[in-house]
Each structure stands twice: as C-alpha cells, then as structure tokens.
C-alpha cells in the first residue's frame, strides 16, 4: 500500500489508466455519480484512459456508447474487451486468416475478424468442419448457446485444438442474483476434456498487455483502477501495474483483509484521483491516515476520527489490518474486525469503535 503522501494530485503519477466498467463508471444502467466528470478531467489533463471488461458478449462499439452516454469520453477504440484479448493471443500463434471456432456471442466474432482470423459460427460447423478445417476455439460467453454447441466444441478440441477463453467469472451477477458466468461454462468443457483454456481476461495479464499497448503508457507509468479485488486488483498485481481500488462497487474492506492483494490506492470513488492522496502512516502503535487515526486493541479497531473523512478512517484501518494479515493472523477474524470499516462505508454517521 502506498504510505507516502503528496501534494500533487494522485493522478499526477501516471500517464494512462486502465479503467474497469461496472461498479467503477456505472452500475446497471446508472453512472455511478461523478465517475464520468473525473474521467473528462483526466483526459483534458491528457492522460489517456482505455476500458478493459471481462465482458465478452458485447462488442467494443456498444461498450463505448453506453459509457459515452453517461457522459464519460469513450470510442470503440477506447474499449479492450477479453475477446479482443482472446483473439490476439490467437493470430500471434496462428496464420493469419486461419478459422477458429467462436463459441460465443457477437463480441467473439467480431474481435476474431478484427485480429485478422476467420471466425466460423457454430451453424457452419454442425457435424461437418472437423480439425482439418478448424485452427482453435475461442469461448466466451453467448447468450445464444446451446447444448449442441458445447457438444460440437468438444469434438473439436478433444483432437487437441488450443482452447482460449476470454474469462473464467464463475458467475454473472443480473439484477435478480448470481448466473452463470463464462467460468461455468469453462468448467462444463473441462469436464467432459480433461484439460483446461489459457484464459485471458482479468486477473490474467493478456487483458492488460492489451490495454498497455492499447494506451501506449509504460508499465510504471499506468495504474488500473477497479472494484473488484480478485479481478481488478489481482490482475494489476500479476501484471505489475499500480492499483487504485474504488469503493463504489461490490466489494467492502472486510473482503480485503481475507484476499492476498494489497491495492496501492484506495479510493472512495473515481474523483479522489484527481485529488492529492492522503496515505496511511504508521505512527506509534497507531496508523494515521489525514485526521484520522486507528489503533487496535483487543483484537478491536479504535477509532479516533477527528475530523477525517470515512476513507481515511478506512485507510488507517486497513494499514493496520493488512500489517495484522501479513504477519498471519488468522484472516477470519480480520475480517470481523474489518466490519466496522465497512459500517463506516455504507452510514458515514454511524458511530465507528
Ligand atoms: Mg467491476
């Protein structure tokens, strides 16, 4: 975690961003508020910001135009999607213009062309192209695909065809709960094959290759940014990137202090990186963060607030909890403790001890 505090906005460091979607510029349909005016601020100041998703299904021109609807700067372009991830890891081991089966939605086929490959839809392939015809499958989630389809899959990549997938999300989260996601559908393969896909998308490290060569910004000089911690901030980590990880999505501090990952930033949303960055010090036997200041006791967080903002009250106690994890307290009590920042996050009025 970053423990040095400047007076230049935290942004200031970097020349690109790579920007995960949902829970960090929108949720569902809505932006998340203030997300799509820092993202212009960060691009007058002429830092360069591509979107990286998971999501295969959707092809990168109707991604930007969601995103450019919210009022943040977006083309095609500035979209890297896990099929495009996909499909580039297959022309560089392919010829070009080589057939790889597309057992996904409208984003795989699209990404397939674009990297100079020729996807084969799955009605071309019903009991006819075989492996001779066939270089490798490329999988990622389709809403259209049906159980004849895995079954035509699995004949071709039980020959041996290098498998890619674009992601291995076990589940899709929709407005009423958890679907299954792409790593279901992996898992459906894997187990009738006996073998496994290279996986691309996030916290693979193809996804974020991409996105750097994408932005054209030096590993050093990047931060990704995201609300996930076992995607976002695990796939900065594996592919050594700074990380700044946003509170306004799914995951609270008490799923941190259980995870391995130590986010260099955190951040209660996407307007605190145009902001100078208060960090977390030790000090005493306490951690000091702005105004705020955190000391443990008894196995309970104590919280002298002052006049700190909750993130700070969060910084502090996550420098404490994270030092705790490390030197290896047992994480299931971390993560009790870790509730009140949590409590904190959710009713900044409530009383934190
Ligand atoms: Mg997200």
Not at 143 to 151: G, I, N, S
Not at 214 to 234: C, E, K, Q
Not at 339 to 348: E, F, I, S, V, Y
């Amino acid at each position: 975690m970053h423990t040095e505090t400047s007076a230049e906005p935290l942004i200031a460091g970097y020349d690109g961003v790579v920007c995960d979607l949902d829970g960090v510029v929108y949720r569902g349909a809505d932006a998340v508020p203030g997300a799509p005016d820092a993202l212009r601020d960060m691009v007058t100041r002429g830092i360069k910001v591509v979107y990286a998703t998971n999501n295969a299904s959707r092809v990168p021109s109707e991604v930007a135009a969601q995103v450019a609807s919210l009022g943040a700067p977006a083309t095609a372009s500035d979209v890297v999607s896990s099929a495009q991830a996909g499909a580039a890891r297959l022309a560089h081991e392919l010829e070009a213009g080589a057939a790889v089966l597309a057992l996904g939605g409208e984003g795989v086929v699209e990404a397939l062309r674009d990297a100079g490959l020729t996807p084969v839809s799955l009605d071309e392939t019903d009991g006819r192209l075989g492996h001779d015809v066939v270089a490798a499958v490329l999988q990622g989630f389709g809403k259209e695909l049906r159980v004849r389809d895995f079954e035509t899959a699995a004949r071709l990549l039980t020959t041996g065809l290098p498998w890619v997938a674009t992601n291995d999300d076990a589940t899709l989260p929709l407005p009423w709960g958890q679907s299954p996601g792409n790593g279901a559908y992996i898992d459906l393969l894997a187990a009738a094959l006996r073998r496994r896909p290279d996986v691309v998308g996030k916290p693979h490290p193809p996804l974020y290759d991409l996105a750097l060569d994408r932005l054209g910004s030096r590993a050093d000089r990047t931060l990704a940014v995201g609300d996930r911690i076992a995607t976002d901030i695990v796939g900065a980590e594996a592919s050594g990137l700074d990380s700044a990880w946003v509170l306004t999505g799914v995951d609270r501090p008490s799923d941190l202090v259980v995870s391995g990952s130590s986010p260099t930033y955190v951040v209660s949303s996407l307007a605190q990186l145009l902001q100078p960055y208060a960090a977390p010090v030790p000090e005493g036997g306490a951690w000091r963060c702005g105004a705020a200041q955190v000391t443990r006791t008894d196995g309970t967080l104590r919280v002298e607030r002052g006049s700190a903002a909750p993130i700070e009250v969060v910084r502090a106690g996550l420098a404490a909890l994270l030092t705790l994890r490390d030197d290896g307290v047992p994480r299931e009590q971390l993560r009790r403790e870790a509730g009140a920042l949590d409590r904190l996050l959710d009713d900044p009025a409530a009383p934190t001890r």
